[in-house]
C-alpha cells in the first residue's frame, strides 16, 4: 500500500476526458489500485478521488462521505449520472487545489449508475455531501474541476488566489 502524489491544477491529466475502464482487463490490477488511492485521500482527509488525481485517465473514482460518522466505501467505475434534481450553493473544494473553497452550484439530489469493484453494476441515490461527490467525481472523468463551474467574476477572484496557493504546491 502507498499513497500517490496527487496531480494538481493546470497538470494536462486533468483536463483530457477519461477513458472508460475495460473491467475484465482492470481487474487483476484494481484491488492493489484501489488499496493505493483509498490510502491517499484518507491520507488527506479527502471525501472523493478519481483516477486522473493520481495521474490516470481512466474512468475510476472512489467517494466516501462517512454518513453517520461511519466509512462507506464507494468505487464508481464507468459512473454517470441517470437523474438528477434541485439545486445548492455550497463551499467545494479539491484536492487537486489545495487552499482553495468556493461557492458552487451543484443538483441537490442525483442519482449515479456505476460498476462496483467487483464487475457488478449498481445504481445509487444522494443528496447533500454524496450528490455533490458524484458530481465533482464525474467532472473530474470529463476533464473539468469546481472552479470551471464559477462564474467569470469570481474566476478572476480565484486565479489571483491560485497563483499565491500554487507555490506551496508539490
Ligand atoms: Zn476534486
Redesign the pocket.
Given at each position: 500500500m502507498a499513497t500517490l502524489r496527487i496531480t494538481k491544477h493546470g497538470e494536462d491529466v486533468l483536463k483530457r476526458v477519461s477513458e472508460p475502464v475495460d473491467f475484465d482487463k482492470l481487474k487483476k490490477k484494481l484491488p492493489g489500485l484501489l488499496k493505493d488511492m483509498w490510502a491517499t485521500m484518507y491520507g488527506v482527509n479527502g471525501v472523493?478521488l478519481?483516477a486522473p488525481?493520481i495521474g490516470l485517465n481512466i474512468r475510476l473514482a472512489i467517494i466516501d462521505v462517512r454518513p453517520d460518522q461511519k466509512p462507506q466505501r464507494l468505487v464508481l467505475i464507468n459512473p454517470e449520472i441517470v437523474s438528477k434534481e434541485g439545486g445548492i450553493d455550497e463551499e467545494e473544494g479539491?484536492?487537486?487545489v489545495p487552499g482553495l473553497y468556493a461557492k458552487v452550484k451543484r443538483y441537490a439530489r442525483v442519482r449515479i449508475r456505476a460498476t462496483d469493484h467487483h464487475g457488478k453494476p449498481y445504481e445509487m441515490s444522494g443528496e447533500g455531501l454524496l450528490a455533490r461527490a458524484f458530481q465533482?467525481e464525474i467532472d473530474?472523468l470529463d476533464g473539468k474541476?469546481?472552479i470551471d463551474h464559477l462564474s467569470l467574476t469570481e474566476r478572476l477572484r480565484v486565479a489571483r488566489i491560485l497563483k499565491d496557493l500554487r507555490l506551496n504546491w508539490t
Open positions: 472523493g478519481a488525481q479539491c484536492l487537486s465533482h473530474h474541476l469546481f
